[in-house]
């Protein structure tokens, strides 16, 4: 007979919070020693290897590979022989000063039924410079004992006391502090009764400022009220129409930095532009062209029944445009493929090129990546073999994608695969920019806002529709010829849509 | 400074080795040294060897406490067991040790229970020993500050009388080679020089300050500073137990004997994290910890032991094996540590009972005793 012991992550830093599970050194049905080290985990500080705490066998891995773990979440059971020799590894000594929920490891923190998801309605926990950080729980308070019945609620000043804990005690002979007095008078301000936390001088000023406690988010300690939240409280609305600039409220509340995790997409943007920086060698080059004719055409395929069921913007001829592109010029649409043992043939002192064994693998379909801002940071999911689909199916194509992503529902097969990318920056309300490559990819096409400009047309000065193109490419595929020929010929088909007939 | 002295300095490359003092050569080769003789028996050996094998143990226990959650954070000594052991066991009951927070071998060499250093990282005492009974002050926090202690502790001996006498101590400083950068430590050398007090500054370079390396402290070597403050320093294997012992004997009895000061240089390495909350890999190379463990202290002993004839497999196995078996005794003893009454806190604050300190514990404790018992409420 076994019994089965759980392994919470602690918090193997000062203060740390998570940790990602980087590698499992051991599998269920592994032995395991004491002190055998079982896995390694990444932290914001270090990547360390963690030591078994028990000797027995692997039940289960908790926490897969990849995944960021909350302090105290458990990541590992391993069924110990009851003699084992780790009897006191769960169940430290209780003492009164802890509580019962607290004496057994195993109920520190609630099971979560998935792991890393700390259940909603437990406090939020918060960073210490200890162990397993602060227990759940342990700050609720005990119920007083009463020596006399509570106060009525009519003397608020008492209640506002800061010296009531200490004098009463002081002064009364001892017998009387245990008395059996009814406890239903607890503390009127206790943490778990859902009124905000705040020091007696805080609430007495709120109270003779009138400014409702309740109304206020705290940036105390532990979530508490502080005289500068009650103040900028009262100061309201107003001071932080005027004095205060939009998109930096946390400025007004006297945060002047925060940290923000770098996790999930955000933390696979920077891989993945990292990686494409520092490895391919990017150009960019730019074109300013008149789309005048390129938002006509738009305006009449929108009165086409063909269209009839799906939004269209300049976004999906520009995309045809792309696609006649790489028709015309299949290089663009390819990926450099270094060797295998490229770093050596780099390092050798024979092959001196970092080409050696390299190759160029060109694509004859195109995965066209669409690159969209949603909440979770930028993706660019792809529309598979674009070039085979028709201009309506097309647009019916890009709208969906976009919809997809946009709802957080793109799937691991829309996210990869892409031949070449298309990043609309336009639609922040800008004229170009100089994006980097989605990592395989060896081109991409910006296209900013386009605008009302005075432009030459026909020889006279005229107000016309004006974007600009901006191309960036791998300078190891793509040539400045090939590259320049690429963003002209898009140019040209959306300054004239009748290139389209020609070159399809 | 000499144009001579620049060029010495930093690090490894400008050490000759005769500014060196070794006794025991990282193969075992036992060497002599003509300011430093060292008698010492085959017993005495093998207890050395028990002593390094015990600390690495109780220290790798520590630090995998500390990785379960169980310790709050622990600065691991590995790699700097020599300069420890050899320190440590230099000392006699009349001497008072002055540590940092990574003198786990020198507390071991004094009688301190390791329990103890576990509870202090555990949160649950604050060091819990008697600085008195132990010769062995409470672990310093603050880089540097404890060199102050120890001087004015030293010029304390000294105004005692009783330097020169049998009943004559000293005193020893821990500090690293970061906190030679600090002005507590410079303010006491001065001190200690002008005073000519009874101490040893013993800094354990272990070329690391956390992430800062030593040619960013130091542009010539660090015992040549004592040279500055009038006394004498001197550059000892920090990785060589007996010569740590033997250069700590003759500086302590130096001190002893009323002749002041003495700077110790132990060139050691720090093979471990700064503590656990550090990564090393972040800011040295792993070369770098590679030819730091061709000089292990512990290797050396076993490989000079196996060549004396002087212990056999049977001996090193049983070191392991007590030293695993204190480790176990010590894991869970940790993990049994009660927390602290919540009036402990009153206890050690004064020596003598005071007036106002008894009413507050008084008040406490009624205040304590105001809550309801767990359960009956609610």
Request: proline share 8%; charged share 20%; aromatic share 6%.
């Amino acid at each position: 007979m076994t019994e089965r012991k759980q392994f919470k992550l602690p918090d193997v830093g000062e203060g740390l919070t998570e940790a990602e599970i980087v590698r499992w050194h051991v599998k269920p049905g592994d032995h395991v020693e004491v002190n055998q080290t079982i896995v390694e985990i990444e932290t914001a500080k270090a990547v360390v290897e963690l030591p078994c705490p028990f000797e027995g066998t692997v039940a289960e891995l908790m926490a897969e590979e990849g995944a960021t773990v909350d302090v105290g979440v458990p990541i590992i059971s391993v069924d110990v022989a009851p003699d084992g020799s780790e009897p006191a590894a769960g169940a430290p000594t209780p003492t009164p000063s802890a509580s019962a929920a607290a004496s057994a490891s195993e109920d520190l923190v609630p099971q979560a039924d998935e792991p890393g998801v700390v259940q909603p309605e437990q406090p939020k926990r918060q960073p210490v410079l200890v162990g397993y950080g602060v227990k759940p729980g342990a700050t609720k308070r005990r119920a007083r004992k009463q020596a006399s019945p509570p106060p009525p609620s009519s003397s608020p000043s008492v209640q506002a006391a800061p010296a009531a804990p200490a004098a009463p005690p002081a002064t009364r002979p001892t017998s009387t502090v245990g008395g059996t007095g009814p406890a239903t008078g607890s503390y009127p301000q206790v943490v778990d009764n859902g009124l905000p936390l705040a020091k007696p001088p805080v609430r007495k000023m709120a109270k003779d400022l009138g400014v409702d406690l309740a109304t206020i988010t705290g940036t105390g300690p532990r979530g508490s009220i502080t005289r500068e939240d009650v103040q900028q409280a009262l100061a309201g609305p107003a001071a932080a129409a005027s004095g205060v600039q939009a998109g930096a409220p946390a400025a007004a509340t006297g945060v002047r930095e925060e940290r923000i995790p770098v996790r999930g997409v955000r933390k696979a943007t920077a891989n993945a532009m990292v990686a494409s920086a520092f490895s391919a060698p990017h150009v960019t080059e730019f074109v300013q062209v008149d789309v005048t004719r390129t938002v006509e055409a738009v305006r009449r395929l929108r009165e086409l029944p063909e269209f009839a069921d799906v939004k269209i913007s300049p976004l999906l001829l520009v995309a045809k445009a792309l696609l006649t592109a790489v028709a015309r010029y299949p290089v663009v649409n390819s990926t450099w493929v270094d060797a295998p043992d490229a770093s050596g043939a780099r390092n050798g002192t024979g092959g001196g090129s970092s080409g050696g064994g390299a190759e160029i693998v060109v694509k004859h379909y195109v995965n066209l990546g669409i690159a969209a801002a949603t909440e979770r940071g930028l993706i660019v999911p792809n529309v598979k073999d674009a070039h085979t689909l028709s201009l309506p199916d097309l647009a019916r194509a890009l709208a969906e994608l976009t919809a997809t992503a946009r709802a957080g529902k793109a799937t691991p097969a829309d996210l990869t695969g892409g031949t070449i990318s298309i990043t609309n920056v336009g639609v922040f309300g800008v004229d170009t920019g100089t994006p980097i490559l989605t990592p395989g990819e060896s081109a991409i096409l910006c296209i900013g806002q386009i605008r009302d400009m005075p432009w030459v047309h026909e020889g006279e000065l005229a107000i016309r529709k004006v974007t600009t193109l901006a191309l960036s490419f791998d300078h190891r595929v793509i040539d400045g010829e090939l590259g320049s020929k690429v963003l002209r010929d898009v140019g040209a088909m959306l300054e004239d849509p009748l290139h389209f007939l020609a070159w399809t | 400074m000499t144009i001579d002295s620049v060029r010495g300095a930093p690090g490894t490359g400008g050490l000759a080795d005769s500014e060196l003092v070794q006794l025991l050569t990282p193969e075992g080769e036992r060497v002599d040294h003509p300011d430093y003789p060292l008698d010492i028996t085959v017993e005495q050996v093998r207890g050395l060897y028990r002593d390094l094998v015990t600390v690495r143990r109780i220290d790798l226990e520590a630090v995998a406490l500390t990785r379960q959650g169980e310790l709050g954070i622990w600065a691991s000594l590995l790699g700097q067991e020599a300069a420890q052991i050899g320190s440590g066991r230099a000392l006699t009951d009349t001497d008072m040790v002055f540590p940092t927070y990574r003198e786990h071998a020198v507390a071991y060499c004094r009688n301190v229970p390791p329990l103890n250093l576990l509870g202090l990282f555990r949160g649950v005492n604050h060091g819990g020993w008697d600085p008195k009974d132990h010769g062995f002050h409470l672990y310093t926090i603050v880089i540097g500050s404890q060199t102050l202690h120890a001087t004015g502790y030293a010029m304390g001996i000294q105004r005692d009388g009783v330097l020169g006498s049998d009943k004559a101590g000293a005193t020893i400083a821990y500090f690293g080679d970061g906190a030679t950068s600090q002005g507590d430590v410079n303010e006491s050398f001065v001190f200690a020089s002008v005073f000519n007090a009874p101490i040893v500054f013993f800094c354990q370079n272990n070329q690391w300050a956390i992430s800062e390396p030593l040619e960013k402290q130091s542009r010539i070597p660090l015992y040549k500073r004592a040279q500055g403050f009038g006394f004498p320093g001197v550059r000892v294997d920090g990785n060589d137990v007996f010569a740590c012992l033997a250069v700590t004997q003759k500086s302590l009895a130096h001190a002893r004997e009323g002749q002041g000061p003495t700077l110790i240089e132990a060139y050691t390495y720090r093979m471990g994290a700064h503590t656990t909350t550090d990564d090393p890999t972040r800011y040295r190379l792993k070369a770098e910890e590679e030819a730091w463990k061709a000089k292990d202290p512990i290797e050396r002993v076993k490989k000079y032991l196996v060549k004396e004839g002087a212990a056999d497999e049977a001996f090193f196995d049983e070191v392991e094996a007590e030293a695993k078996r204190m480790a176990t005794e010590l894991r869970k003893a940790c993990l049994a540590l009660p927390d602290p009454e919540p009036s402990a806190i009153f206890e050690h604050a004064y020596a003598e009972p005071h007036p106002m300190l008894t009413e507050e514990q008084e008040q406490f404790a009624a205040y304590l005793a105001s809550f309801e018992e767990e359960g009956t409420a609610r």
